[in-house]
């Protein structure tokens, strides 16, 4: 079945810096990838569609230039938290949609980012 | 505003008997319903889904109920075996959507007892 991968697992950063996470689709080619947010005992949100050869779009309340993402290849996005602060602290997690499937057909979801700021 | 909603953060049940799972929705333009099951550390993965055309949907050991009149769906899983002990997801999504678009219930520990 189709697998998307995600890297890292966990991170933990100081407050200010900035924290990359990326996700690739291993047997497929996605075009579109998403990037979700759960924050702990609150369910998981979208927070922004990222399209390949193009801009991202952010939900509504996303800060795009705090929530950086880059999809250059057919395989690659990438989400970096930009001057992260403690209140960032949350589980992020993609996922994509394999090609030319049906409106109905499920996401494929990688493993997640457990992001920590000191 | 939790659209969906699932009041059980955990449950607890016998091997071999039934598991059943409840999730509510708050928005009526819901058509169409999945659940997820997640093991720690991977992401979730698909179980099974019901558009609102229909009230039941079963897969396997898998099924899903649908009461649109209660805004309330559910899964039954039965017989339970101890690799079902997860957490368990709901969500839903308004017509003319993928997917991605789906809202999240904050889902459901079930633990299988041997």
């Known amino acids: 079945g189709a697998v998307v991968s995600q890297h890292p697992s966990w991170v933990i950063c100081k407050s200010g810096t900035s924290v990359k996470i990326e996700c690739r689709s291993l047997?497929?080619?996605?075009?579109?990838m998403f990037w979700y947010r759960q924050f702990p005992k609150q369910s998981l949100m979208l927070m922004a569609t990222s399209n390949e050869g193009s801009k991202a779009t952010y939900e509504q309340g996303v800060e795009k230039d705090k929530f950086l993402i880059n999809h250059a290849s057919l395989t690659l996005s990438t989400l970096t938290v930009t001057s992260a602060h403690p209140e960032d602290s949350s589980f992020y997690i993609c996922s994509a949609r394999v090609p030319d499937s049906r409106i109905n057909s499920p996401l494929h979801f990688g493993n997640g980012t457990r992001l920590t700021v000191t | 505003d939790q659209q969906v909603k699932q009041n059980s953060p955990s449950l607890s049940v016998q091997e071999g008997r039934i598991s059943i799972l409840n999730c509510d929705y708050t928005n009526s333009m819901f058509d169409y319903f999945l659940w997820y099951k997640k093991y720690p550390a991977e992401g979730p993965t698909f179980l099974i889904s019901?558009?609102?055309?229909?009230d039941k949907n079963e897969d396997g050991r898998f099924t899903v109920f649908l009461n649109k009149s209660a805004k309330h769906l559910s899964l039954h899983i039965v017989p339970s075996q101890p690799g079902d002990s997860a957490v368990y997801f709901c969500?839903?999504?308004?017509?003319?959507?993928?997917?991605?678009?789906?809202?999240f219930g904050t889902g459901t520990r079930l633990t299988i007892i041997p």
């Open positions: 019901i558009s609102s055309i229909k």
């Open positions: 969500a839903a999504r308004p017509p003319n959507f993928g997917n991605e678009k789906l809202t």
């Open positions: 047997d497929f080619q996605a075009t579109t």
